[in-house]
């Protein structure tokens, strides 16, 4: 294991412990699109449950390099297996599936973190309208209509494959030792967070159509697509 990756691993995690922050609370009188299924008005703990996740696995890389530096094994057996409980000797490594992932954390950090510049005090985690409300066509809502979803997607499958394909601590020591239960992982995760976009998506299609119909029309025939262009 290289000391590379623990630094990338562990400014993955900071990036998206940036890009899953709230930069402003919800005023639940502001609130709208309530009649979604419960399981999908819950992303804000979500992302919070996933920086957990996801900081945990950067401690425990960070502690697996450290302990190949030292013979933890010989100081401290318990701390040892805690680290890495796995009877086959781990190969925690660089790969190029490691390198993709990264690199798509990063950019969509870049993109939510953009959003949340662009729209200021109208961007919160739960779908609302504020009294100062417009419609906002500048940065990247000029390529897709709701770019902040797709900054979500992109942290979804960098983190998907960093941390849940070979050569990472979670697939090579932790509790995804077995190939089968990351792929059952990365599946639900991935149609889940599809389904929460999907779902607000039309719905602030519907609510800013309400609200500023002419120049949402404009809009709408000149910007196509949801997420990315050419494709959804």
């Known amino acids: 294991m290289s000391l590379v990756r623990v630094l990338l691993v562990v400014v993955q995690a900071v990036t998206n412990q940036w890009a899953c922050t709230p930069p402003n609370p919800t005023q639940e009188k502001n609130r709208f699109h309530r009649e979604e299924l419960y399981i999908l008005q819950i992303a804000p703990l979500i992302f919070k449950i996933h920086m957990t996740i996801l900081w945990i696995c950067a401690l425990f890389e960070v ?3 450290m302990s190949t530096l030292v013979s933890l094994s010989s100081v401290s057996p318990i701390a040892s297996t805690i680290i890495c409980p796995s009877t086959i000797e781990p190969h925690i490594r660089m790969s190029p599936m490691f390198t993709i992932g990264i690199a798509a954390v990063v950019l969509g950090s870049y993109i939510r973190l953009d959003c949340f510049k662009t729209l200021g005090r109208l961007f919160t985690f739960d779908l609302t309208v504020q009294p100062e409300h417009k419609l906002v066509t500048s940065r990247f809502y000029s ?7 797709t900054g979500s997607m992109l942290l ?6 960093s941390h849940l394909t070979e050569g990472s601590w979670l697939t090579e020591c932790g509790p995804l030792r077995s190939s089968s239960s990351a792929i ?6 991935w149609v889940w967070t ?3 976009g999907i779902s607000r998506a039309q719905a602030e299609d519907k609510q800013m159509q309400k609200l500023f119909p002419e120049e949402w ?8 697509w949801w997420f990315f262009p050419g494709l959804a």
């Open 63 to 65: 502690f697996y390099y």
């Open 143 to 149: 390529y897709v209509r709701h770019p902040a979803y």
């Open 156 to 161: 979804v499958a960098g983190l998907a494959f």
């Open 184 to 189: 059952v992982v990365w599946a639900a995760w």
């Open 194 to 196: 599809l389904a929460v």
């Open 217 to 224: 029309d404009r809009y709408a025939m000149i910007v196509h």
